[in-house]
């Protein structure tokens, strides 16, 4: 007598489950990985396009800075303190924002809100030359330095160099960010064509 379809149907062996559960174990080793290495990857690509951004966007700041000044009375604080705010688009900055005269903006690596600009990205990252104040880079934080007596600095993190959430250290350094980095924003307040003036650079540890 023949067998019906259904009996006929035969299951999974214990040995074939098995076998399968070891392939995608496998499976999972090898891709797990490289699925990470991508987010650490697509982290670093990320901050360091934001950190190239950045850097464009101070030299605009710097050129269109120094294009107005050749024109300008700069001994005069009022004429500067309208040429800051006309470039960078914002009405709260002043004179001292600048006080050597060499374009570039001293105050944007503090964060005393009553003596320095709101924050680096609002400049460089808004169109600075339409302003506007709500800037900002998605997944990057201020991090305030303090002497004791209130903010007298401080440093930025992005997705690869966030504290909490970057990627792991990599140890030699590598030239790319990972979790101790942080970038600094340097202009010496005070001398004219210092070295080192307006960069936007990575400081890693």
């Given at each position: 007598?023949?067998?019906?379809k259904?009996?006929?149907?035969?299951?999974?062996?214990?040995?074939?489950?098995i076998?399968?559960i070891?392939?995608?174990?496998?499976?999972?080793?090898?891709?797990v990985?490289?699925f990470?290495?991508?987010?650490?990857d697509?982290?670093?690509?990320?901050?360091?396009?934001?950190?190239g951004?950045?850097?464009?966007?101070?030299?605009i700041?710097?050129?269109?800075?120094?294009?107005r000044?050749?024109?300008?009375?700069?001994?005069?604080?009022?004429?500067?303190?309208?040429?800051?705010?006309?470039?960078?688009?914002?009405?709260?900055?002043?004179?001292?924002?600048?006080?050597?005269?060499?374009?570039?903006?001293?105050?944007l690596?503090?964060?005393?809100?009553?003596?320095?600009?709101?924050?680096?990205?609002?400049?460089?990252?808004?169109?600075?030359?339409?302003?506007?104040?709500?800037?900002?880079?998605?997944?990057?934080?201020?991090?305030?330095?303090d002497?004791?007596?209130?903010?007298v600095?401080?440093?930025?993190?992005?997705?690869?160099?966030?504290?909490?959430?970057?990627?792991?250290?990599?140890?030699?350094?590598?030239?790319?960010?990972d979790r101790?980095?942080?970038?600094?924003?340097?202009?010496?307040?005070?001398?004219?064509?210092?070295?080192?003036?307006?960069?936007?650079?990575?400081?890693?540890?």
């Amino acid at each position: 007598m023949k067998k019906s379809k259904i009996e006929r149907q035969a299951g999974f062996t214990l040995i074939e489950l098995i076998m399968v559960i070891v392939i995608l174990g496998i499976l999972a080793a090898v891709a797990v990985p490289k699925f990470i290495n991508l987010q650490d990857d697509a982290k670093v690509a990320s901050e360091m396009g934001v950190a190239g951004g950045v850097r464009s966007g101070i030299g605009i700041i710097h050129s269109a800075l120094i294009t107005r000044y050749a024109s300008a009375n700069t001994g005069d604080n009022t004429e500067v303190q309208n040429i800051l705010r006309e470039v960078t688009g914002n009405d709260r900055i002043t004179h001292a924002f600048d006080s050597d005269r060499d374009g570039w903006l001293q105050r944007l690596q503090y964060n005393n809100r009553a003596n320095a600009a709101p924050n680096l990205f609002e400049f460089v990252l808004n169109d600075p030359m339409k302003g506007g104040t709500d800037g900002g880079a998605d997944k990057w934080l201020f991090i305030v330095a303090d002497d004791g007596n209130g903010p007298v600095g401080g440093s930025y993190t992005g997705p690869a160099s966030d504290r909490n959430s970057g990627i792991a250290d990599e140890n030699p350094e590598t030239g790319k960010p990972d979790r101790n980095d942080e970038w600094d924003y340097t202009e010496n307040d005070g001398t004219k064509n210092d070295s080192g003036d307006g960069r936007f650079a990575l400081q890693e540890h």
